[in-house]
């Protein structure tokens, strides 16, 4: 073991011989790499998609854990909406439900529109529904055969139940 000075806070520290270790404890590491403001604190180390990487874990999981406490299986959020931020009155804790729904209520996650022929297995277009819908006079039978769809579904069509 060697000594050595922690990068942040100038406390000697001793090393593994072979340690690269720079800081004394993880609270020195991140707190050398914030950027603190007024504002929000901006994590200015690795990042993956936006969000602070300490090594395997994410550098607002660590500050709620380092400031408010254990998270357990919760989330933990950003009322700012800026992933780098790691400031603590910023975040906050919620379960995956809270997390998806605050991400789509700023508008970060988009619930897809795969209805009708943006549906992956759809066979039928808009233009093949509105000639079902139009032609009353052929049986549902020869449209689901050339249309290759059952004739239970040419009259969900016609009764508004599908393709709304």
């Excluded at 700023?106 to 619930?111: A, E, L, M, T, V």
């Excluded at 249309?147 to 508004?160: E, L």
Aim: include cysteine.
């Amino acid at each position: 073991m060697n000594t050595t000075v922690c990068k942040f806070c100038d406390k000697q520290f001793y090393r593994e011989f072979e340690s690269k270790k720079k800081y004394c404890q993880p609270l020195c590491f991140f707190l050398d790499h914030v950027l603190i403001s007024d504002d929000c604190w901006l994590w200015t180390g690795a990042k993956t998609k936006g969000y602070g990487q300490m090594g395997r874990e994410y550098a607002h999981r660590f500050s709620w854990k380092h400031f408010h406490g254990p998270t357990g299986k919760m989330s933990v959020l950003h009322k700012c909406d800026v992933p780098s931020c790691v400031k603590p009155p910023h975040l906050f804790l919620g379960n995956q439900k809270d997390n998806v729904l605050d991400a789509w209520r700023k508008g970060r996650h988009k619930i897809p529109d795969n209805s009708g022929e943006r549906q992956g297995r759809a066979k039928l277009t808009r233009v093949t529904v509105a000639y079902i819908r139009t032609n009353r006079n052929i049986s549902a039978v020869l449209l689901a055969a050339k249309f290759k769809v059952t004739s239970n579904h040419i009259r969900a069509i016609r009764q508004g139940l599908y393709w709304k």
